[in-house]
C-alpha cells in the first residue's frame, strides 16, 4: 500500500515575529481595479493604494490598542462619520506631488464628502504586509481592532477581501486579542472563520448599530444594511460560538437616546446573541460638522439651533449628558441583563450616584 502523502506543513512564525509566506507581490499605487454598478448620477471607482504598513501601533495614533483599515474611504456614507478628513488627507497628498496620477487628480477635484463615499482606496496586499511586519511579542496583550476608522466588511469587501485575507493571516498566529466593529452584515459570511480564531486568539466583534428605526438610519446612514440585517448576522455569529456584542455608537442627541428605544435595542441586541453592549454619544469634529449639521437643517430644523448651540465650542457633549446618558445605559442594561462593554467596566464607578436627567434637556 502506497503511505499517504504528508500533509502540507503549516506556516511557522518568523523569528521577527511575521511569516514565512512569500514576499509580498508589487502593485502599482492609484490604479483603478473596478468600476461599481453606476446607481443613477452616483459612480463608485476602486483605486489601489499599497500600503508601507497595516499594523497603526498605539503611539501613532493616541489610542489604547492597535488599529487595521483595510479600506479608506467607505460607502455607507454615515452623515456622522468622523473619517472624512482622513480620506481627504491622502487623496490631496497624492494629488499635490509632481506627476500625480490622473485618477488622484481626479479624486482630488470632488467635494471631500463626495470622494470619500465614491473613491475607495483599497490597500492591496495588505495581508502579506502584516505578514511581514507582524511581531505578536511586540503586541501582546494589547487589542488590535480591525475597523476603527472606515467599515472593514463595507461593499468593497465583497470584492476584494481585503478583511478576511487578514483574518486569514492572523489564524497563523495564537494568543492575540483580536476585536472587529462593523455595520455590515457580511461578517457573517466569515462565521466559520472567526469561530476558528476564537479558539486561538481572544477575540470580540461588535456590531454597530445606532437605532432599530430603519426610515431614520437610511436617512443618515444611507447605504448601511437595515438593523434587521445586523440582528441577523449577530446571530448567526453567536451560534457559531464567537462572541458578540452591540455597539450603539454614536448616539444622537434628541434623536436615538430615548429612554424606549435603548430599550427596545438593548433586548433586541440580546435577544439576537449579543453578550455586551456599549455606546457613546457624539462627537462633533469638523469632518461630522460639515456633513451632519447641514443634514439637521434639511431634515431636523427643532434641532439643527439646538446642535449648532451645544457643539459651538466642544467636540464632545456636555458632561452633565454624558453622566446622565451613561446612568441611562446601566440602568437599562441591569434590567436586560446585557453586561456592559468590555472596555467599559469602569462605567458605574464613574457615574455612580449621578441622577437621571431629561437628557437633551439636561445639554441644551
Request: no cysteine; glycine share 2%.
Given at each position: 500500500m502506497t503511505a499517504p502523502a504528508p500533509a502540507p506543513a503549516r506556516p511557522r512564525p518568523h523569528p521577527a515575529g511575521g511569516s514565512s509566506a512569500p514576499p509580498p507581490r508589487t502593485y502599482a499605487a492609484w490604479v483603478e481595479l473596478e468600476q461599481a454598478d453606476q446607481r443613477g448620477n452616483r459612480t463608485t471607482r476602486f483605486l489601489s493604494l499599497p500600503p508601507r504598513g497595516i499594523l497603526n501601533p498605539p503611539a501613532a495614533t493616541g489610542m489604547a490598542f492597535w488599529s487595521i483599515n483595510p479600506y479608506i474611504g467607505c460607502e455607507f456614507g454615515c452623515s456622522y462619520c468622523y473619517a472624512r478628513e482622513t480620506h481627504r488627507w491622502t487623496v490631496e497628498r497624492a494629488a499635490n506631488r509632481p506627476g500625480a496620477p490622473a485618477t488622484a487628480r481626479e479624486a482630488a477635484s470632488l467635494p471631500a464628502a463626495s470622494a470619500f463615499e465614491q473613491r475607495i482606496l483599497i490597500k492591496q496586499g495588505a495581508a502579506a504586509v502584516l505578514a511581514k511586519t507582524l511581531d505578536p511579542a511586540r503586541v501582546g496583550a494589547v487589542p488590535i481592532v480591525i475597523g476603527t476608522a472606515t467599515d472593514p466588511y463595507q461593499p468593497a469587501e465583497r470584492r476584494f477581501k481585503l478583511t478576511r485575507s487578514l483574518l486569514e493571516l492572523l489564524r497563523q498566529h495564537q494568543g492575540l486579542h483580536i476585536?472587529?466593529?462593523?455595520?455590515?452584515?457580511?461578517?457573517?459570511?466569515?462565521?466559520?472563520?472567526?469561530?476558528?480564531?476564537?479558539?486561538?486568539?481572544?477575540?470580540?466583534?461588535?456590531?454597530?448599530?445606532?437605532?432599530?428605526?430603519?426610515?431614520?438610519l437610511r436617512q443618515l446612514e444611507p447605504r448601511t444594511p437595515i438593523p434587521a440585517a445586523r440582528l441577523r448576522a449577530m446571530r448567526i455569529l453567536a451560534d457559531a460560538g464567537v462572541p458578540v456584542g452591540v455597539l450603539i455608537a454614536p448616539i444622537l442627541p434628541g434623536l436615538t437616546d430615548d429612554r424606549d428605544a435603548l430599550h427596545a435595542l438593548l433586548l433586541a441586541a440580546k435577544n439576537a446573541g449579543a453578550e455586551w453592549a456599549g455606546g457613546d454619544p457624539l462627537r462633533m469634529g469638523r469632518a461630522t460638522r460639515h456633513t451632519l449639521l447641514p443634514w439637521l437643517e434639511r431634515e431636523r430644523p427643532d434641532l439643527a439651533l439646538r446642535y449648532r448651540r451645544h457643539y459651538e465650542l466642544r467636540n464632545g457633549v456636555r458632561s452633565d449628558y454624558a453622566a446622565a446618558l451613561k446612568t441611562r445605559l446601566v440602568q437599562l442594561q441591569e434590567e436586560i441583563g446585557l453586561p456592559q462593554a468590555r472596555h467599559d467596566r469602569t462605567f458605574r464607578e464613574r457615574w455612580s450616584g449621578v441622577g437621571q436627567l431629561e437628557l437633551w434637556g439636561a445639554a441644551s
Open positions: 476585536g472587529i466593529i462593523t455595520k455590515s452584515a457580511l461578517i457573517a459570511r466569515d462565521a466559520a472563520l472567526l469561530a476558528q480564531l476564537s479558539e486561538r486568539h481572544r477575540i470580540s466583534v461588535h456590531i454597530s448599530l445606532a437605532s432599530l428605526d430603519a426610515p431614520l
